[in-house]
């Protein structure tokens, strides 16, 4: 792939890591990185490769996201969520092949006619791309990403699903896990905030159980997963729309127990409850003095204030993912688990959620650009060749096992 031009939206926490994978591909003349935050551009030239271009570009003015996107052969989006929809429009209108970690359209909307316009427009989008005979590979990091991409390896284990469980989750090792929450940032703080106050739907009995999202970290929600290569139990909550999943993977008519979930130390569970519940995670504004701040924002500021939430040079995370199918193979009852466990890389400093968001977008865009990925259109990551895939991760240290066996019958978690 000589001579290619990649642009990427974004050089936050997991852009850094995208970036870095990028500069380790001979065949990329020119990456274009954009952002707007005070210094930029001075951390994008400390790279020192003549072929990082830096651009400080506002990704909610459509002019200045056109104008930076045109030309490019593969487009890298890496921006807060509210900007996934946008960036892939624009990628319609120019067709230029584009990579998001994000969802396209916004998984907790709750109001019918908005997710039903949204739903018509992605299919337009996906109609547009497909004439111009472009790609746009979706949600491709780890949550949703390696997730997708390992569920259907499990999936496809079995002749018929009846209970699946995934998990997508990023932590600190136990011994890191030291301050009042248990808890260190990876992302962005403000972005976790909005993740804790999202509604979810799980699977159970066949049937759509929707789960308010005050009530996400509730006990009735929660159920202990306890892998002794993490050291101790987790704390399991339910995140995102399992019924869509479902759908999507074409298991919704056999299913009767589903759930996504995000995991965290115990202890962290009542302290978000008591949080959720008291309105710390809402984006209504409220009057302090002559100020108007959110509670979402008040607390992200709180916490990105103080070093003890944020991981020491010696600290590591954990990324997890796991997903867990159950069901018939041969008319049997059999079960396959296939697992991602990766760990911050000390001797980059790279963490491990940058590195299981980051690298996979980066994967994902030279892919598209050495041929590896044809399909044309919005491609899931369920839809990425599976071996490729897993062995660029290999390259890069983050590995996969898989298990299967006969099943017990338990459909829960």
């Not at 911050?344 to 650009?369: C, K, N």
Request: charged share 25%.
């Amino acid at each position: 792939m000589p001579g290619k031009r990649v642009v990427q939206l974004g050089y936050g926490m997991q852009g850094k890591a995208s970036l870095v994978d990028l500069l380790a591909s001979p065949g990329i003349e020119e990456i274009v990185v954009t952002d707007c935050y005070p210094g930029f551009e001075k951390d994008a030239a400390a790279l020192g490769d003549p072929r990082v271009k830096a651009v400080r570009v506002d990704a909610s003015k459509k002019e200045e996201l056109a104008a930076v996107m045109t030309g490019a052969d593969v487009v890298i989006e890496l921006l807060p969520g509210l900007f996934a929809l946008p960036v892939a429009q624009t990628a319609a209108e120019l067709g230029v092949n584009l990579v998001s970690a994000m969802y396209l359209a916004n998984p907790g909307e709750q109001d019918p006619a908005r997710r039903e316009a949204n739903l018509r427009e992605l299919a337009r989008i996906d109609a547009v791309m497909k004439e111009k005979g472009k790609t746009i590979l979706e949600e491709f990091g780890m949550d949703p990403g390696i997730d997708l991409v390992l569920g259907r390896k499990c999936l496809d284990g079995l002749d018929e699903v009846q209970a699946f469980h995934s998990y997508g989750a990023g932590f600190p090792e136990l011994e890191a896990a030291n301050n009042p929450i248990r808890y260190k940032f990876t992302w962005s703080v403000i972005g976790v905030m909005r993740s804790y106050l999202r509604p979810a739907v799980v699977i159970k009995g066949g049937k759509d159980i929707p789960i308010k999202a005050d009530e996400m970290f509730s006990p009735a929600n929660t159920h202990i997963l306890d892998l002794p290569e993490m050291g101790g139990p987790l704390e399991c909550f339910p995140n995102g729309d399992s019924s869509h999943f479902a759908k999507s993977f074409g298991i919704r008519e056999t299913v009767k127990d589903m759930g996504r979930y995000i995991c965290r130390w115990p202890g962290h569970r009542a302290f978000w409850e008591v949080m959720a519940k008291s309105g710390f995670l809402s984006d209504a504004p409220i009057r302090v003095g002559n100020c108007e701040v959110t509670p979402t924002a008040f607390c992200a500021a709180l916490f990105g204030s103080q070093e003890q939430f944020f991981y020491g040079d010696g600290e590591r995370d954990v990324a997890l993912v796991r997903t867990d199918a159950r069901g018939l193979k041969d008319g049997k009852p059999w079960r396959v688990v296939c697992q991602v466990i990766d760990k911050r890389d000390l001797s980059t400093g790279l963490t491990a959620m940058q590195r299981t968001v980051g690298f996979p977008v980066s994967i994902g865009a030279q892919m598209i650009l050495d041929g590896r990925l044809e399909k044309k259109g919005i491609v899931s990551p369920s839809e990425v060749p599976f071996d490729e895939f897993m062995q660029e991760l290999g390259r890069r240290g983050i590995t996969w096992n898989r298990e299967e066996g006969p099943w017990d019958g338990r459909m829960e978690p």
